[in-house]
C-alpha cells in the first residue's frame, strides 16, 4: 500500500520555503487569466522531491485505482473505508485491531458493487466497510485485502470527541490546472497526466502542513467540494473512466491513509458515479440525492452535528426536510454545522452570480429555523469569512441567468495590464454609469450585499458569545489547481476575505463551549486572517445560580427633598451587582421607569419629584462572558418622596 503513497520527505529547511505561484508576467488580456500553482516551481519541490514523485506518479500511482479512503463514521466510535478491487478478486475483507499487534482485531467483510470498467473493459469493484466499536484517544492498525492478500498495516489513531480539531479545506479539483479540458485528443491525456501530478502534490503539501500545524491531532478533514476536475460530460466520448486518473491523484497523499476525509459533491463531482464508489459516506440519505453520487448524509463528532449537502441537486425542499429530521434526531448537539458546495456567502466571482444568490436565499431560512451555527463552502476558490448574518431576505427580483453579460464586463481585463498573480477583478462598470442594464446591475449587486442581515456581535475576551445568527466561512483553493479574483466591491457581509493565489487551508479547534477558526497560507503556514472565536455560554445554568442570590429585606426612606435611600440584603451568593428599578408605576411601564445599577447593598435615588409614590424593586446581576444574567426582582416596596 505504502509503494503506492505520496512519500514526501520535507525537511526542515524545504518547510521553511515558499510554494509560490508562476513567475510574475505582464500581458494584456480580455480576461483575467486563473491563476494555479505549477508545483514543480514551488520550493517544495527543490532537491529533487518533486523529480521522485513525478517518477513515482507515472510510473505507479496514476494507474492505481485500488487507493483506500478513509471516511468519518457515523459518530466518533466508527470509521468508514472505501476502495476499489478487481472483479475477480471476489469479495475482500478488512480488519483493524488495536495496536501494531492488531489484538483483539476485528475482520469485516466489504459490501461490494459494480464500480468503473478501464478503457481496456477491465472491471472493478467497489468495496465497502465500517468499523464500529472503536475507544477514543487509541491507535489502531487496518488491514485489506488485494489479491487475497493483506496490506501492509496502516496505522488510525483515534482522538478525544469532547475537545478535537477538524481540518477544512476546499476544492483540490486535481487536475484543473490542466488547459485543455477534455479534448478527444492523445495531448489531452498527457496534459491531465501532468496537471494530476502538480496538482495532488500541492494538495499532499496542503495536508501534511495541516496536519503539521495541528500537531498530527486533527481529527479529520472536511473538504468543501470538486475533489477532481474532469466531469463525465465533458471528459472525451463521455467515458466514465476518464476521471480516475484524477482520483488516483487525489487519493494519492501518504496522510491520507491515517486521516478521515468527508467530502462534499461540487459541482465537478456530480455527474460521475465515481465519486459514489470511491467515497463511503455515513447515514447517507435519499433526500439531496441527484440521482447519481447519492444524497445527503451526516455524522456527529462529539457535540457536533455535521450536516454535508449534496447541493447538485437542486430539489431544495428535500435538503430542509433532511436538516430537520437530522436535528431532531440529534437534539443533544451543541453545534451544527453545514458543508455544501455553492459559497452563497462568498468573495470571488462566483459570490455575485444569480444562480448562487438564488439559492443563498432558499437556504438561508432553513439553515436560521434549523440552529445552525457555520455553513462552510468552497467553489469560488478564495477564502472569505462572512460576519454573523440572520435574517436575510430576497429584495431584488432576478433570474438565474441574468446579468451574463454585466458580469463578465465587470471582470474583463481588456487594456489592463495584468500582472500574475491577479487576485482583484478590475470592476469595470462605473457607479455613475448611464446605462439602464448596467444601472440594474449595480443595484442588484447593492442588495444582495445583505446589508440588514448583519448582526452586532457581543464580543468578550475576543471572543464572540452567543452568536445569534449563522457563520459563513468559504475555502480557497487546498491545491492550487485554479484560483479566481475577488470581485471588484467587497461585500457588506463579509469580515474578511483573501487571495493571494496561494493554496489556504482552516484549521478548526472545538471543545465544550467554544469553536475556533484559524486559517493559514500553505507556503508560510502564517495566518491570513485573525483568529475567530465563538463561545456558547450556558446562561440557564448561570440563570440558576443568580436567582438563588435573592434579593430581600428592601427599606426605603426619604428624609430630603427629591431623593430616596434604598438598602437591601441577599444571601451568600457572589454577585457583581444590584439593579434598583424605580418607578411611578407599580406595573413598571416603560415610559414611567428609571433604573441604576451599584455595587454595594444600598443607593440613594436622585431627581425624583417631590410629593410623588415611587415603586421600587431590586435585583443582583452577574456578568458571565460578556453577558448580564439577572436573577429574580425582590417583592415590590413604595415609598413617597419628600417635599422638604
Known amino acids: 500500500m505504502y509503494s503506492k503513497k505520496l512519500m514526501m520527505s520535507f525537511t526542515a529547511t524545504v518547510m521553511a520555503m515558499s510554494l509560490t505561484a508562476a513567475p510574475v508576467v505582464q500581458v494584456m488580456a480580455k480576461a483575467a487569466p486563473d491563476g494555479h500553482t505549477e508545483a514543480k516551481t514551488t520550493s517544495y519541490a527543490e532537491d529533487g522531491v518533486y523529480d521522485k514523485w513525478e517518477k513515482e506518479w507515472n510510473s505507479s500511482v496514476k494507474n492505481d485505482w485500488t487507493q483506500i479512503s478513509l471516511t468519518p463514521g457515523a459518530d466518533a466510535s466508527k470509521l468508514n473505508f472505501a476502495w476499489y478491487s478487481l472483479a475477480t478478486e471476489g469479495v475482500p475483507k478488512l480488519k483493524i485491531g488495536e495496536g501494531r499487534n492488531m489484538k483483539n482485531a476485528k475482520y469485516y467483510t466489504a459490501e461490494q458493487q459494480d464500480a468503473t470498467k478501464r478503457k481496456d473493459g477491465v472491471e472493478y469493484k467497489s468495496n465497502k466497510v465500517t468499523a464500529d466499536g472503536l475507544k477514543e484517544n487509541t491507535t489502531y492498525y487496518y488491514s485489506y485485502q488485494e489479491n ?5 498495516p496502516a496505522k488510525y489513531q483515534t482522538k478525544d470527541s469532547d475537545k478535537f480539531s ?10 484543473s490546472s490542466n488547459e485543455l479540458k477534455g479534448e478527444d485528443k492523445e495531448e489531452f491525456y498527457q496534459a491531465q497526466s501532468d496537471s494530476v501530478c502538480s496538482d495532488s502534490f500541492n494538495w499532499g503539501v496542503t495536508l501534511k502542513s495541516a496536519m503539521d500545524k495541528t500537531d498530527d491531532k486533527a481529527a479529520f478533514v472536511v473538504s468543501a467540494g470538486d475533489q477532481i476536475q474532469t466531469t463525465k460530460k465533458k471528459s472525451p466520448n463521455k467515458a466514465a473512466w476518464v476521471s480516475e486518473v484524477e482520483y488516483s491523484g487525489y487519493l494519492s497523499p501518504d496522510v491520507l491513509a491515517n486521516l478521515p476525509v468527508a467530502t462534499t459533491v461540487g459541482n465537478h463531482d456530480a455527474d460521475n458515479a465515481n465519486y459514489k464508489y470511491h467515497f463511503n459516506t455515513p447515514n447517507s440519505s435519499e433526500l439531496g440525492d441527484n440521482g447519481t453520487v447519492g444524497g445527503d448524509y451526516w455524522f456527529r463528532y462529539g457535540d457536533v452535528l455535521f450536516m454535508v449537502l449534496n447541493t447538485q441537486d437542486t430539489k431544495n425542499e428535500e435538503h430542509q426536510k433532511f436538516m430537520e429530521e437530522t436535528v431532531a434526531a440529534n437534539k443533544d448537539c451543541k453545534w451544527k454545522v ?39 463552502s468552497g467553489h469560488d476558490h478564495a477564502y472569505s469569512r462572512s460576519r454573523i448574518l440572520k435574517g436575510a431576505k430576497k429584495t431584488f ?19 489592463v495590464t495584468i500582472t500574475n498573480p491577479f487576485t482583484v477583478a478590475p470592476g469595470n462598470i462605473s457607479s455613475d454609469t448611464t446605462d439602464s442594464e448596467e444601472k440594474k446591475y449595480l443595484d442588484y449587486l447593492d442588495a444582495v450585499m445583505d446589508k440588514d442581515a448583519v448582526q452586532k456581535e457581543n464580543v468578550y475576551n475576543e471572543q464572540v458569545i452567543n452568536p445569534e445568527g449563522v457563520l459563513y466561512l468559504t475555502a480557497n483553493s487546498s491545491s492550487g489547481s485554479k484560483y479566481y479574483d475577488l470581485t471588484a466591491r467587497k461585500q457588506s457581509y463579509l469580515a474578511s476575505r483573501w487571495q493571494e493565489d496561494i493554496p489556504t487551508y482552516s484549521v478548526i479547534d472545538v471543545t465544550d463551549d467554544t469553536f475556533t477558526i484559524n486559517t493559514y497560507r500553505t507556503d508560510s503556514n502564517e495566518k491570513i486572517d485573525s483568529t475567530y472565536t465563538m463561545k456558547k455560554v450556558d446562561v440557564p445554568s448561570e440563570q440558576k445560580e443568580i436567582d438563588k442570590a435573592a434579593v430581600k429585606n428592601v ?45 454595594k447593598e444600598s443607593a440613594t435615588l436622585k431627581n425624583l419629584k417631590a410629593g410623588k409614590k415611587y415603586y421600587v424593586r431590586v435585583r443582583a446581576y452577574k456578568n458571565v462572558s460578556g453577558i448580564t444574567v439577572y436573577g429574580k426582582y425582590s417583592s415590590v416596596k413604595s415609598v413617597k418622596v419628600s417635599s422638604k
Open 148 to 152: 487475497g492478500v493483506y496490506t501492509k
Open 166 to 175: 477538524f481540518i477544512f479545506v476546499g476544492d483540490p479539483q486535481i487536475g
Open 338 to 376: 453545514v458543508t455544501m458546495h455553492q459559497d452563497i456567502y462568498g468573495a470571488a466571482e462566483h459570490s455575485n452570480e444569480p444562480e448562487i444568490t438564488n439559492l443563498r436565499y432558499t437556504l438561508v431560512p432553513y439553515f436560521e429555523k434549523c440552529g445552525v451555527d457555520v455553513v462552510l
Open 397 to 415: 427580483e432576478y433570474t438565474d441567468d441574468e446579468f451574463d453579460k454585466q458580469l463578465e464586463k465587470d471582470i474583463d481585463a481588456d487594456n
Open 555 to 599: 427599606s426605603l426612606k426619604s428624609t430630603s427633598k427629591g431623593k430616596v435611600s434604598v438598602s437591601f440584603s441577599q444571601s451568600a451568593k457572589k454577585v457583581d451587582g444590584y439593579e434598583i428599578q424605580y418607578s411611578t408605576s407599580k406595573n413598571f411601564t416603560k415610559s414611567t421607569t428609571s433604573s441604576v445599577k451599584t455595587k
